[in-house]
């Protein structure tokens, strides 16, 4: 293949560096809130993996688009109908009323733990600003002392009453929208990686229509 002089700066292979570039940012969200998302095992190894393929096809469609590779370029496309695919299947396995159950499984067991040794519920009632259960009640009606955990500080100051809300209804609603976001965010990536390989077959066929071209 002959060598020859592209102009990137109106041309599709500009619009796959700039897509590949904000698709590291897409995937810090499924990381960050990775603990948070799915409640099933496989669809979090889904989600983990998406994320890494997602992030080794950036640097492959820059590359590709840069070097004014075809080869590399189909390399791209084959990596974005992977997680075109991936996204369809953690839509298709979305499931509320199990995250749900899940969430109610985490705050149980902490709570069952906690009995047993002080301490396993100071995580959570932290994290999410509750107490208890459903209130800190359950601490007061098993005469418990209620944890440190459970009071607001600011200002290195703690608060006189304890957050008020339990932690049932205070994981599930944090855990709920959490689970929202992520739908949403693979529905986005869907649309946004059929975009970029529409962007990536345009530049495919404009580097064999150059290379066709300077061949003669």
């Known amino acids: 293949m002959n060598t020859f002089v592209r102009d ?3 041309s599709p292979d500009f619009m ?4 590949g570039t904000l698709s590291v940012v897409a ?4 990381l960050e809130k990775f603990t948070e998302g799915s409640a099933e095992h496989m669809e979090k190894i889904i989600q983990l993996v998406s994320a890494a393929v997602l992030v080794l096809s950036t640097f492959v469609g820059c590359l590709g688009a840069v070097y004014g590779s075809v080869r590399i370029l189909f390399c ?3 990596m974005l109908i992977a997680l075109i695919i991936s996204h369809i299947w953690k839509l298709w396995h979305y499931n509320e009323a199990k995250q749900m159950t899940a969430t109610e499984n985490l705050v149980t ?4 733990k906690e009995l047993v040794t002080t301490g396993a519920m100071h995580k959570i009632q932290e994290r999410h600003e509750c107490c ?7 601490y007061v009606n098993l005469n418990m002392k209620i ?3 459970c009071y607001r500080y600011e200002n290195n100051l703690r608060s006189i009453y304890p957050y008020e809300e339990g932690c049932f209804s205070a994981v599930k609603r944090s855990y709920l929208t959490v689970y929202r976001y992520e739908r949403l965010t693979h529905a986005l990536l869907i649309g946004f990686e059929s975009f970029g390989l529409v962007l990536v077959l345009l530049l495919i066929c404009k580097l064999l229509t150059k290379s066709r071209r300077y061949s003669y």
């Open 16 to 19: 796959v560096i700039i897509i």
């Open 109 to 112: 067991t902490a709570w069952m």
């Open 76 to 78: 791209f496309i084959v």
């Open 8 to 10: 990137s700066k109106h």
């Open 147 to 149: 944890p440190i955990s």
């Open 27 to 30: 995937c810090v969200f499924e």
């Open 132 to 138: 208890g259960v459903k209130s800190g009640l359950d």
